[in-house]
């Protein structure tokens, strides 16, 4: 595996994009400071240019660099609870760092921290976070488990790593720029408001 996670790092390095399994799905992804890559994972994807791309992060002190703030609250009953895993947090993007391409021309980004020891690895050796919506043509079925990826896809990317997903069930979703916070898509994690 060693070896995988050095290409997937070197690829990722060179602006390739890059197919990896995570706790919840197959993810697809580039690094977050390459423009030139994110383009092209938009057009890969087919993904409408306005849908913001969530960012997989390796832990607290990464996210905080890449937001306007985490308040004490969204650590003390999300951050803390429930990272690494199956959370996926919305906050105000530090506009400095997250182009407008990952937040869909928003404010605002979301962050996670995957608990998969094969992508958390390759976050921590690139040094930034990776791009990673699911990965899939957009509107197709979320791959859950390796002989779900489209063939198409793994044609047109850089690198792909094998693997395994260990929840295989999508992350939940909860939009804390807003009071009270908004839960917009239900997974795996069940937060109580």
Not at 89 to 117: C, E, Q
């Amino acid at each position: 595996m060693n070896k995988q996670i050095e290409d997937a790092v070197r690829a990722l390095n060179q602006g390739g994009i890059v197919i990896f399994p995570t706790d919840t799905a197959f993810g697809i992804g580039c690094r977050i400071d390459n423009e030139k890559a994110t383009e092209k994972l938009f057009k890969l994807r087919k993904r409408p240019i306005a849908q913001a791309m969530p960012v997989l992060v390796n832990g607290i002190e990464m996210a905080k660099n890449y937001v306007v703030e985490i308040p004490s609250e969204v650590l003390k009953k999300l951050i803390n609870p429930f990272w690494p895993g199956a959370l996926t947090i919305i906050l105000n993007a530090n506009l400095h760092k997250v182009s407008s391409l990952v937040t869909g021309g928003g404010k605002t980004v979301g962050i996670r921290m995957p608990n998969h020891p094969v992508i958390l690895d390759i976050i921590t050796k690139v040094g930034v976070p990776v791009l990673g919506p699911s990965a899939n043509f957009h509107g197709e079925n979320t791959p859950f488990e390796f002989k779900d990826l489209s063939l198409e896809l793994i044609s047109l990317v850089d690198y792909v790593i094998e693997g395994e997903c260990l929840v295989r069930e999508t992350s939940t979703v909860v939009d804390c720029t807003k009071a009270p916070w908004e839960i917009l898509r239900q997974g795996v994690v069940t937060v109580k408001m």
